[in-house]
């Protein structure tokens, strides 16, 4: 019984890794496509890029803020359906946070600042300082930032399996959003690459004047109640 039940984890953790990596693959695939297509379209609204301006072409941010409205409505369509159709009723079922997922997505459930309706967004999130820091690539455009701000006392966290009330913080000062993107870059050179153009082959915290970005950002820390 207890070798039945031994190669019964063993099978079920290596199914368990095989699916992450499948979801995860084919997350990673959904993105790119988005971007590779809206790269290869060009704008009249574009700004002028320069070699060390952040967010760069190509990156959700530089999509969200410097696009043509057309594009951009576009790829928010997108990603309305993978989250509407794929993330959040996966996650709802717990397939997610099964696979892994739980470990960099969290479920934020809001309310509406206009409707007054209930509203969920999967948010991808860090651990940093200690603390669950969920970042808005849109900024203060984001809608799930303004239902933050408009009713946070009805925000309900779900990360992975274990859900709670945040007392939330915004992060507001200049120098304090610098450090926390100096120290994401550090970490998460692979997601800051998707998330506005940062290379970590070639970039590094001194050559690179974080201030434009951290302009765009939305920075909230997620501290659990006592």
Known sequence: MIILSFFFFVVL???IHIKWYLF????????????KE?????????????????PRPGSVM????????????????????LNKYIMIPLYRARI??????????????????????????PVEYRKMDGTITIFSAMGEKSAWVKNLRANPEKVVVQKGFHKFKPRLEFITDVNKK?????????EYGNSAKMLFGWNPE?????????????NLLSIIKLHKKI
């Open 24 to 35: 995860y693959h084919y997350y990673c695939r959904f993105y790119k496509n988005i971007n």
């Open 96 to 121: 997610l946070p099964l696979l892994g997922f739980g470990r960099i997505i969290l479920l934020l459930k809001t309310t509406g600042w206009k409707t007054g309706k209930i509203r969920r967004t």
């Open 178 to 186: 610098k450090q926390i993107m100096i120290s994401y870059v550090s």
């Open 202 to 214: 070639v970039d590094s915290p001194e050559s690179i004047d974080f201030t434009p970005l951290t």
């Open 38 to 54: 809206l790269k290869n379209m060009t704008s009249s609204n574009e700004k002028e890029q320069h070699d060390n301006d952040l």
């Open 13 to 15: 953790n290596h199914w």
């Open 62 to 81: 530089y999509g969200f803020h410097y696009q043509a409205d057309d594009l951009k409505k576009k790829k928010l369509k997108r990603w309305q359906q």
